[in-house]
């Protein structure tokens, strides 16, 4: 420049050079957001394999149905009706075998029932003349399909049988008003029956013969993790209370802390699966009978005790929080009920996974009552902390003996010590849910015939008396109370 001064020249750009460039950033970032869609398609298929295993059950079911298609006397055999053993492939095959068994179930008997029905009124409109036959036909649709809806609000039909209310609604409907000016009604009933038995019996060979998911066992694997959750949860937000600090930073136990909110949101999860158990063969170590009902108990008692879990948590991150001094006073034996009722928990978990009753159930109660018994002791005791203590004879110019003995004598605000008494006295309401949670154990084990318990021996052939368990449970509090 003329004065001195540098200036930066920037190259012209015309407009076919910005149509360019925002061509390039448009593919560019539509290139990018594919890339993106794919590396969480490959995440997912990494983090549960069964989800591609199920893609691919899908696609050798379609792949086998569609020879009715390929093959022409598959094809002349089903009357060219055979899109109605694709359709009912893609529309019935589930994840599960109960889900999928469901599904078949359901669209057979609704296909069936509305079939038989379908030639019925169509046999007496067609003996009626043709005056009535359209009124037969209108009033029968409109009151069938009229009671087939309001079926599908009753809590009972909705849970078990909704599917196939709505099939029976679209087969009579077809069937009905078709016979309205199809010749052969039967004939083409016959044909779309065939062709959906073919696609529901199909769906249920592959997902229950190859690499078959149950909805059991999903329901049972699902109890377990939130037992081991809770446990988790329950001990660690004790430790994090009293102690403050644990290995790894703070971010981590919090994350861990909070295992428990998976079974307060599993409720929707444990009734589908429970539904659909009850629609599955023998398998494993699960009978056609099982009481999949019980799991449902057993959860909801699992929730019960994970909603003061949560009012635990709180606790923790309190704004008021109360002294260290009356802290150590109920430290030991807070943590001590903590580890006491993880143990129980653990111990129905361990009886749930082996499918066998626990002979060490009563004992690890027991423990847990007796922790329980001292907490309320130093509850009790708690207020005599409360009172300012007796201020000693103390040596000094008047004005600092005035100041030591108003400091001595000053009471511990009662809203300091509320944060500390209500974590107490929800350890204390904990384990009394937890007594729910062994009972409806014990009833799943009795309902479901778990083995026998199997009493253990000393290597000195001395009965243990459950003298191995109590060993592990003091070595796992005396390392919880290390930690404080």
């Given at each position: 420049?003329?004065?001195?001064?540098?200036?930066?020249?920037?190259?012209?750009?015309?407009?076919?050079?910005?149509?360019?460039?925002?061509?390039?950033?448009?593919?560019?970032?539509?290139?990018?957001?594919?890339?993106?869609?794919?590396?969480k398609?490959?995440?997912?298929?990494?983090?549960?394999?069964?989800?591609?295993?199920?893609?691919?059950?899908?696609?050798?079911?379609?792949s086998?149905?569609?020879?009715?298609?390929?093959?022409?006397?598959?094809?002349?055999?089903?009357?060219?009706?055979?899109m109605?053993?694709?359709?009912?492939?893609?529309?019935?095959?589930?994840?599960?075998?109960?889900?999928?068994?469901?599904?078949?179930?359901?669209?057979?008997?609704?296909?069936?029932?509305?079939?038989?029905?379908?030639?019925?009124?169509d046999?007496?409109?067609?003996r009626?003349?043709?005056?009535?036959?359209?009124?037969i036909?209108?009033?029968?649709?409109?009151?069938?399909?009229?009671?087939?809806?309001?079926?599908?609000?009753?809590?009972?039909?909705k849970?078990?049988?909704?599917?196939?209310?709505?099939?029976?609604?679209?087969?009579?409907?077809?069937?009905?008003?078709?016979g309205?000016?199809?010749?052969?009604?039967?004939?083409?009933?016959?044909?779309?029956?065939?062709?959906i038995?073919?696609?529901?019996a199909?769906?249920?060979?592959?997902?229950?013969?190859?690499?078959?998911?149950?909805?059991?066992?999903?329901?049972?694997?699902?109890?377990?993790?939130?037992?081991?959750?809770?446990?988790?949860?329950?001990?660690?937000?004790a430790?994090?209370?009293?102690d403050?600090?644990?290995?790894?930073?703070?971010?981590?136990?919090?994350?861990?802390?909070?295992?428990?909110?998976?079974?307060?949101?599993?409720?929707?999860?444990?009734?589908?699966?429970?539904?659909?158990?009850?629609?599955?063969?023998?398998?494993?170590?699960?009978?056609?009978?099982?009481?999949?009902k019980?799991?449902?108990?057993?959860?909801?008692?699992?929730?019960?005790?994970?909603y003061?879990?949560?009012?635990?948590?709180?606790?923790?991150?309190?704004?008021?929080?109360?002294?260290?001094?009356?802290?150590?006073?109920?430290?030991?034996?807070c943590?001590?009920?903590?580890?006491?009722?993880?143990?129980?928990?653990?111990?129905?978990?361990k009886?749930?996974?082996?499918?066998?009753?626990?002979s060490?159930?009563?004992?690890?109660?027991?423990?847990?009552?007796?922790?329980?018994?001292?907490l309320?002791?130093?509850?009790?005791?708690?207020?005599?902390?409360?009172?300012p203590?007796?201020?000693?004879?103390?040596?000094?110019?008047?004005?600092?003996?005035?100041?030591?003995?108003?400091?001595?004598?000053?009471?511990?605000?009662?809203?300091?010590?509320?944060?500390?008494?209500?974590?107490?006295?929800?350890?204390?309401?904990?384990?009394?849910?937890?007594?729910g949670?062994?009972?409806?154990?014990?009833?799943?084990?009795?309902?479901?015939?778990?083995?026998?318990?199997?009493?253990?021996?000393?290597?000195?052939?001395?009965?243990?008396?459950?003298?191995?368990p109590?060993?592990?449970?003091?070595?796992?509090?005396?390392?919880?109370?290390?930690?404080?």
């Amino acid at each position: 420049m003329v004065d001195g001064t540098s200036e930066t020249l920037v190259p012209h750009e015309g407009p076919v050079m910005k149509a360019w460039n925002c061509l390039v950033g448009l593919f560019s970032r539509f290139v990018s957001g594919i890339w993106r869609f794919l590396k969480k398609a490959w995440n997912l298929g990494v983090d549960d394999p069964r989800k591609v295993v199920h893609c691919l059950k899908v696609g050798m079911a379609l792949s086998v149905v569609s020879l009715f298609y390929y093959m022409r006397p598959l094809y002349e055999g089903v009357g060219g009706n055979a899109m109605w053993a694709v359709m009912t492939v893609v529309v019935v095959f589930e994840q599960t075998v109960g889900a999928t068994i469901a599904k078949c179930t359901n669209r057979v008997c609704g296909t069936f029932l509305a079939g038989f029905l379908g030639i019925g009124v169509d046999w007496v409109a067609d003996r009626s003349g043709e005056k009535f036959e359209p009124l037969i036909i209108g009033a029968s649709l409109f009151l069938l399909a009229s009671a087939a809806t309001f079926s599908r609000f009753i809590p009972a039909v909705k849970a078990r049988f909704d599917y196939g209310a709505m099939i029976f609604i679209l087969t009579f409907s077809l069937v009905s008003v078709s016979g309205y000016r199809v010749d052969e009604l039967f004939a083409l009933a016959h044909q779309r029956i065939s062709t959906i038995v073919v696609g529901t019996a199909l769906c249920m060979t592959v997902s229950s013969l190859v690499c078959p998911i149950w909805a059991g066992t999903e329901l049972h694997n699902l109890i377990l993790r939130n037992l081991d959750k809770l446990s988790c949860s329950l001990e660690g937000c004790a430790i994090e209370y009293f102690d403050g600090s644990t290995e790894g930073g703070k971010n981590e136990p919090i994350k861990n802390l909070q295992g428990y909110k998976c079974a307060l949101t599993s409720k929707a999860i444990e009734e589908t699966m429970a539904n659909f158990a009850r629609w599955e063969p023998a398998h494993g170590r699960f009978n056609f009978r099982h009481p999949w009902k019980q799991y449902l108990k057993v959860g909801a008692s699992i929730r019960r005790c994970a909603y003061c879990v949560e009012a635990l948590y709180g606790c923790i991150y309190s704004e008021t929080q109360s002294p260290e001094s009356i802290k150590s006073h109920l430290a030991s034996t807070c943590l001590r009920v903590s580890s006491k009722s993880s143990n129980v928990i653990k111990e129905v978990a361990k009886a749930i996974k082996a499918t066998r009753k626990s002979s060490t159930t009563d004992f690890v109660v027991g423990e847990m009552d007796d922790a329980v018994k001292d907490l309320q002791s130093c509850l009790a005791d708690l207020p005599n902390l409360l009172l300012p203590l007796p201020s000693p004879e103390v040596s000094g110019t008047e004005s600092e003996k005035a100041e030591r003995s108003a400091t001595s004598s000053a009471p511990t605000p009662l809203l300091d010590v509320v944060p500390l008494v209500t974590l107490a006295s929800l350890l204390i309401e904990i384990a009394g849910r937890i007594k729910g949670v062994v009972d409806e154990v014990e009833g799943l084990a009795e309902l479901a015939k778990f083995k026998p318990a199997v009493h253990e021996k000393l290597k000195d052939g001395q009965p243990t008396s459950r003298i191995a368990p109590q060993k592990q449970n003091e070595e796992g509090t005396e390392k919880a109370l290390e930690r404080v």
